[in-house]
């Protein structure tokens, strides 16, 4: 036995200090220079003194590990049986060559229908409306008690029912996300800010209880209808079904349909909008405040095809982002919320000079015309002032009349009346619209006036125009926890007076509209024809992604799951961000049919692994509809498809089996459009019809055909795993779970272990959605193992985090499963959790089962063995040491060499670099650059590894605590004294202002001021908060071409060796390093940590400001000849008293300080 001497050196490194010490004590000074030389010379052996790692021997490891673990897999997943069993079905099935673009043009034409049959039940409510308005008479008196919906099923302390309650029947309902709901009748909200009994209200709800026929109607027609709608000008909501409204945490009710987008789209015209807002010296305190508020609800009512910005005038004329200085910019979410953190920072001085303000602005939206920018419709100046004293009628006669083409609409801010006609005349005679804004409450109301006044050109023609919105989330639906329809886009159409006397005037009588729900129309491009890595998504006319596997519109905030702020506008180049050219972005806005092929990097397992693959893009346009429809095939993966032939009676058979499950996701047959069915599984519908017991269910027969085909040929595997599990003597302890996946979303699942033996008892279950078949997706393992070859396992370890797929899990079914189900989910959530804390860990092995007729071959599934980690790391342990009487004479290096040697640090990692096998238990499933930077930094510049570069364009950041209103600090106890009594008079002054002495009987502005305090005096650190960005992140790729590699890493006065070994029939590494030489100061660790991507001043503003393709809508109503433009608002005078003005005065003279 020979093992090379490493200590040798530093052991005499160790006595000559103390031998040099005793002569230094005898001898004194003269044997220093000697003592000197002894310990340079100890310390220079010391650095030279190397081990030596046999590399033949790491490589016979490797070798017979490689074989142990192929046995292993391949014995327990039954992989060669499968494999056969598929071989032996070539001489009859028939390969097709999958055809792109025929595919998505009849994708396009069904989803069209769909739309189609939307868009008939909105014109069947629109026109039951204007009916019912036609012949309604107005009656300032009446008396109707109708179904609020907050008010409905309420009891007063008696037992009697509460004012506009009554009792509703409510039950159950499937189709709505199994909320209790009213299928026989609508009800109606009102929102808090709104009197419920206004005369205006009562005549709405009693004109439009016409609409619960044709709701019910509707309904019947299509039975896959979700909420239908009717919202009104006046401000009340009328939903079917009726629902029991719940109001926020302060008890409020802050939903008013007419801030949606639904019904602000559907009641006007595009619009190109200038703010202009007074910052002069006058608008100080209050008045500032309310200004603000009105400027951000204007924001608030633009959506994607409008353009928008914001000019403050004084002395001067300021654009609050001069970056946007002369231009208009698309009033996108990001744009939006961009100006209102800057108008946040407006502050006042100087004296208010409107002229040069009015100027700017014509010149911007003159400009805009005159290049094509812009919407190309309507255009409107909103002015907000205190007052407005010069003689600016020579601005409109130069730039605007006489054919008065932009809008003005002014509002008066405060309460003072000196300049109202002023401010009423601007208004007035360039086709706008005057308000007089005295309190914060006044602000909804009266913003909204301009849309009513923009929709007049379109009511006068009677042009019903249909309009789509973008995606958007349900806030209603969120708060109720009926989240598997969050993402969905509303058709609306805009309902009118068709009264003849008020023609001129046209009046808006609301909008109609219906949900449809995204995860619906997307189900219409069928998952198993898009191949392992296909998908289909949706985009608008604007370029934004309206359903696409890669959107994630949610993020975690502490314990709670929050839309993202921008979650509605990513853009289709954010999300395929390999189209540098945005060639394929450009093609689908403009409505274009075509083709594109495009390398990609994508990634799965949650953005860890990344893989490279050659996407055939088929796009064409839905007609009817501002959106696009793409799909995307994968070269290798989506050009081909078998079909095979069984008879149903063989077929049945085998898919009864007690271990054959379907992707429930995944639509074999409707079961939504009969109420009677609604209740049915996917397995159970589809054994219903082949049976002939619901022959009139709608099944898509060729999915049910390869389902029943997939059934036969992997039905013997059930009596091959149950053979291997009956001997119980043969089975090698910590191998738990065999499964194999189909083309067709068929799953077989056999578990050898119990649930109190098993380590993975979420693995495959419905909460591990990474690897089950979704909507989305295929499983992580099948993915996977279909970029090997047929035969050759992929191991991997999964992400010990668990929790994102349970939460995506509850996100999307929280709200349809009973409560003993969210009882049992959460058990075993807690189970999760358990074993995460103990380390528990798994090992999952697959590989890909073929289809080769001639010479087209098609993945026809996957198959796999799931194992804990202790069994593999035995095995692994067991074979990495050689024993004490192992032959050393013909080996140069260590001999014995053995892993648990405390020198030496054995690794197993698979081609991503992921640590599966480690002699510390808590480096497995971490990325080895993090666990040893100085070897994986060598690898990657040895080429055995390579980095790529991801990006994520819908990450979300910390924001930087540096706050710019951090200038002056609280210094002195005077900072906090003062502070505190700005607070106190701000909020009384609010509170004060909130008391609208015109609705003093509305009980209910009591509530709405509440709420707005509430929600001002939340605060919360700014470091906390997180906030829309921009990452960049690296995954790591093994080079299949280099098998092996050894080298010498120099680390101050040591140095490392290490070897690395391929792991033959498989994507593992073996790596042995020696561990006594430490480099963590010269080779930092590699993270896999996303870094923000930042931007200088100048790309910020160019992203911002620039104007990307778009398809602009293809009505626009802008002018009519018979309009009234006479009817340019007025104000409620209030009388206000002279305590409550001067304490205001003096109030707002101690805030602006």
């Known amino acids: ?545 309206l359903s696409h596997p890669e959107l994630r519109p949610l993020y975690k905030e502490g314990k709670k799951l929050k839309p993202k702020p921008n979650y509605n506008s990513v853009d289709l180049a954010e999300v395929e961000w390999e189209d540098t050219e945005e060639a394929l972005r450009t093609a689908m806005v403009k409505g274009e049919t075509g083709s594109l092929s495009l390398d990609v990097r994508t990634s799965v397992d949650k953005g860890r692994r990344v893989m490279f693959l050659r996407n055939e893009y088929y796009y064409t346009v839905i007609n009817e509809t501002p959106f696009s429809l793409g799909i995307v095939l994968t070269n290798g993966h989506g050009q081909y498809r078998f079909i095979g032939n069984v008879s149903v009676e063989e077929g049945l058979h085998d898919l009864i089996a007690p271990d054959l499950t379907i992707a429930t996701e995944w639509t074999y047959c409707e079961t939504d459009i009969d109420p009677s069915h609604r209740k049915l599984t996917q397995m159970q519908a589809m054994v219903r019809y082949l049976t002939g017991k619901e022959p009139d269910l709608e099944c898509d027969t060729d999915l049910l055909g390869q389902t029943l085909f997939d059934a036969v040929v992997t039905a013997p595997m059930e009596a091959y795993w149950t053979a291997l599990m009956l001997n119980s003597s043969s089975m090698d302890e910590g191998v738990e779970t065999a499964f194999l996946g189909t083309r067709t979303g068929l799953m077989r699942v056999q578990r050898y272990a119990g649930i109190e033996k098993r380590v993975a008892n979420t693995f495959l279950t419905p909460a591990d959605k990474l690897n089950i078949f979704t909507l989305d997706h295929f499983p992580v393992w099948y993915r996977r193992a279909a970029e090997v070859p047929a035969g050759q396992f992929h191991y991997y370890l999964p992400r010990e985090d668990t929790r994102d797929a349970f939460r995506d899990y509850e996100a999307d079914y929280s709200a349809s499963v009973t409560r003993a189900e969210r009882r049992r989910r959460e058990r075993a959530w807690q189970r999760l959790r358990k074993q995460a804390e103990e380390g528990a860990k798994i090992v999952i092995a697959a590989t890909a089962v073929s289809v080769t007729v001639g010479k087209k071959t098609a993945i026809a599934g996957a198959i796999g063995v799931q194992m804990t980690l202790d069994m593999l790391e035995s095995k692994f342990m067991t074979i990495a040491a050689q024993p004490n009487d192992t032959d050393c004479s013909t080996t140069e290096g260590v001999c014995p060499l053995r892993c648990d040697s405390y020198d030496i640090a054995c690794y197993l990692i698979d081609n991503n670099g992921f640590v599966i096998i480690s002699k510390e238990r808590n480096d497995a499933g971490r990325f080895f650059g993090e666990v040893d930077g100085s070897v994986m930094t060598t690898l990657i510049r040895m080429g055995m590894f390579k980095r790529v570069s991801l990006f994520d364009y819908q990450a979300m950041c910390k924001m930087n605590l540096h706050s710019s209103n951090s200038a002056r600090p609280l210094l002195s106890p005077f900072y906090g004294l003062a502070s505190a009594l700005n607070w106190f008079l701000s909020n009384l002054l609010l509170f004060l202002l909130e008391f609208n002495l015109c609705g003093l009987w509305h009980a209910d502005h009591f509530a709405d001021a509440k709420a707005s305090f509430s929600v001002s005096s939340s605060h919360k650190k700014r470091g906390d908060i997180l906030q829309p960005c ?124």
């Open 1 to 545: 036995m020979r093992r090379q001497s490493r200590a040798g050196a530093g052991h005499a490194g160790k006595r000559s200090p103390a031998g040099a010490g005793a002569s230094v004590a005898r001898g004194g000074r003269r044997r220093t220079p000697l003592l000197w030389a002894a310990v340079f010379v100890c310390l220079w052996l010391g650095a030279q003194a190397q081990m030596k790692i046999p590399p033949e021997t790491v490589q016979q490891w490797a070798e017979t590990f490689g074989k142990q673990l192929l046995a292993l897999s391949s014995r327990y997943s039954g992989a060669k049986l499968l494999q056969k069993k598929y071989k032996d079905i070539e001489g009859v099935v028939k390969m097709e060559e999958v055809d792109g673009q025929e595919m998505v043009k009849s994708f396009a034409e069904e989803m069209e229908e769909m739309l189609g049959r939307k868009m008939k039940s909105v014109k069947r409510l629109a026109e039951a409306a204007e009916d019912a308005d036609l012949y309604h008479e107005f009656n300032e008196t009446l008396e109707f008690d109708y179904y609020n919906s907050l008010m409905i099923n309420k009891v007063d302390g008696n037992g009697n029912p509460v004012d506009l309650g009554g009792e509703f029947a409510l039950e159950e309902n499937e189709h709505f996300n199994k909320l209790q709901v009213n299928t026989m009748m609508s009800d109606i909200q009102v929102p808090t800010n709104v009197f419920n009994k206004d005369p205006g209200i009562l005549n709405g709800v009693y004109m439009s209880e016409a609409l619960n026929d044709v709701f019910v109607d509707n309904f019947q027609k299509d039975p896959t209808l979700t909420w239908q709608y009717f919202g009104s000008a006046t401000g009340f909501f009328r939903l079917y079904p009726g629902i029991k409204w719940t109001p926020d945490d302060n008890g409020v009710v802050t939903f008013d349909c007419r801030n949606r987008n639904w019904y602000i789209q559907a009641a006007s015209s595009p619009k190109d909008v200038v703010i202009v807002v007074d910052v002069s010296g006058s608008m100080k305190g209050l008045r500032l405040t309310i200004a603000k508020h009105t400027i951000n609800t204007i924001l608030d009512t633009l959506g994607e095809n409008d353009f928008v910005n914001i000019i403050a005038y004084s002395d001067y004329v300021s654009y609050v982002e001069p970056c946007f200085k002369g231009t208009l910019v698309q009033a996108d979410l990001d744009n939006r919320e961009h100006f209102k953190i800057l108008v946040e920072g407006l502050h006042v001085k100087g004296e208010g000079k409107v002229k040069k303000a009015m100027k700017e602005s014509f010149k911007i939206l003159n400009q805009a015309s005159a290049q094509g920018q812009g919407s190309l419709c309507n255009q409107a100046i909103m002015l907000i002032t205190d007052g407005a004293m010069e003689d600016f009628q020579e601005v409109f006669e130069e730039f605007n009349w006489p054919e008065r083409r932009v809008r003005v609409f002014t509002y008066l801010i405060g309460r003072e009346m000196t300049f109202a006609d002023n401010v009423k005349w601007i208004a007035c005679n360039n086709k706008g619209y005057y308000t007089h804004i005295s309190t914060l409450a006044d602000v909804q109301e009266n913003v909204m006036e301009y849309l009513h006044v923009l929709s007049r050109p379109m009511v006068i023609n009677h042009d019903h125009d249909i309009i789509w919105t973008e995606a958007y989330m349900d806030t209603v639906l969120f708060n109720s926890q009926a989240q598997s329809l969050l993402l969905m886009t509303s058709v609306a159409m805009p309902v009118f007076s068709k009264k003849q006397e008020t023609l001129s005037h046209g009046i808006l009588l609301g909008v109609v509209g219906t949900d449809v729900a995204l995860r619906e129309l997307i189900r219409l491009a069928p998952r198993y024809k898009l191949g392992i890595h296909g998908y289909a998504f949706l985009n608008t006319n604007n370029g934004y992604i």
């Open 1030 to 1153: 921009d990452t960049e992140y690296p995954s790591f790729l093994h080079e299949p071409s280099i098998k092996e590699t050894n080298s010498l890493i120099k680390c101050g006065r040591c140095q490392k060796m290490f070897v690395v070994q391929q792991v033959p029939d498989s994507n593992l590494l073996m790596l042995v390093v020696q561990a006594d030489c430490d480099c963590s100061r010269q080779y930092p660790p590699i993270t896999m940590e996303p870094m923000e991507v930042k931007y200088n001043a100048s790309v910020k503003c160019n992203r911002m400001k620039s104007q990307k393709v778009r398809r602009r809508p293809e009505s626009c109503h802008a002018y009519h000849s018979q309009e009234n433009a006479k009817d340019c608002g007025g104000a409620c005078i209030i009388s206000l008293s002279v305590s409550l003005f001067l304490l205001c005065l003096s109030s707002s003279t101690l805030i602006s300080r």
